[in-house]
């Protein structure tokens, strides 16, 4: 029986623990450690904020499609098919 594969964690996942890690050396060793927080910390954020963005726009698209109407998008309208190439634009 195969053993089960453990799903790798998120880029953010493991930024947030390196941050924990370098929190300790930084009070074990001082100072020296903390350029590599800083640099670690920023690079946290600005990841959250990427998937803030994308959560937006995802909420904003459903939101469209579920109104209907003027405002529905159809699905064949964001439809790619690597058989056919990409579908016409047919307006919102």
Do not use: C, W
Request: proline share 7%; no cysteine; hydrophobic share 40%.
């Amino acid at each position: 029986m195969p053993i089960p594969q453990r799903e790798q964690p998120s880029l953010i996942e493991r930024i947030e623990r390196a941050l924990v890690l370098l929190a300790y050396f930084i009070e074990l060793d001082g100072d020296v450690h903390v350029p590599m927080f800083e640099k670690f910390e920023a690079e946290l954020e600005e990841l959250k904020k990427k998937e803030d963005t994308k959560d937006r726009a995802r909420r904003l698209l459903l939101a469209y499609s579920r109104f209907g109407g003027r405002k529905a998008i159809a699905s064949r309208n964001l439809s790619l098919s690597s058989s056919d190439g990409p579908l016409p634009y047919l307006g919102l």
